[in-house]
Structures are given as C-alpha cells and as structure tokens.
Nanobody, 126 residues
C-alpha cells in the first residue's frame, strides 16, 4: 500500500530549528519527486519545496529560501525538510506529497501531486 508519513513537527521558539521527515512506502523514491507543502488555518495550501528523485534538483518558495533545506535519502526512502530561523508565519500543518514523475515541476501546485501524507503540525511561538 502506497503511503507517506510525516514526522518531526512540534512547538519551537522563533529563530529555532526543526527537521521534518517524510517516510515513503509502497513505492521507491528512485522514480518520483517529492514536494513539501504547508497549510495555515484559513489559508490555501502553499508549496514550500520540491526535490527530484535523484536529489540533484530542488526548488523553494521565496518565503523559505535560504532558511529551509530539502534533502533525500533514497536508501531509507525518506525525504527531509530542515527548517532553520523559523518565524511565527511558518506555523502550519506541513505535508509531503508525491509528484508523478522523477523531476520537480517549476510550479508547486498541490493538484499536480498524487499521493499525500497526513501532515505534521509545526508551531512557531514564544
């Protein structure tokens, strides 16, 4: 059964760091790009980052560029999102999702991704 499971969320103070994990099962990351999205209450789901199947290509939303880093470990079938210098506006439920092919689209539209995890809450607050 194809599944994506996020973990690593929590409560952190502004300026702090968290590392989110997205563990995939039922398929191999060798053939699919993975994206991270987030959704704050009352807002639309926002594309945060994407990594190609090889890990050689990544992209980021302007709002997180320079603070977040996406990486992958295909041997563990897991993608990570390292989040540094966190701000209160980063508070959201974070989701990982599978894109249907190995490279990342230039856009980060949620409807282009076919399988989703259940999400993990990130709260940035003092």
């Amino acid at each position: 059964q194809l599944q994506l499971v996020e973990s690593g969320g929590g409560l952190v103070q502004p300026g702090g760091s968290l590392r989110l994990s997205c563990a995939a099962s039922g398929f191999t990351l060798d053939y699919y790009a993975i994206g991270w999205f987030r959704q704050a209450p009352g807002k639309e789901r926002e594309g945060v980052s994407c990594i190609s199947s090889s890990g050689g290509s990544t992209n980021y939303a302007d709002s997180v560029k320079g603070r977040f880093t996406i990486s992958g470990d295909n041997a563990k079938n897991t993608v990570y999102l390292q989040m540094n210098s966190l701000k209160p506006e980063d508070t959201a439920v974070y989701y990982c999702a599978r894109y249907g092919i190995s490279w990342c689209p230039s856009s980060r539209r949620a409807y282009e991704y076919d399988y989703w995890g259940q999400g993990t809450q990130v709260t940035v607050s003092s």
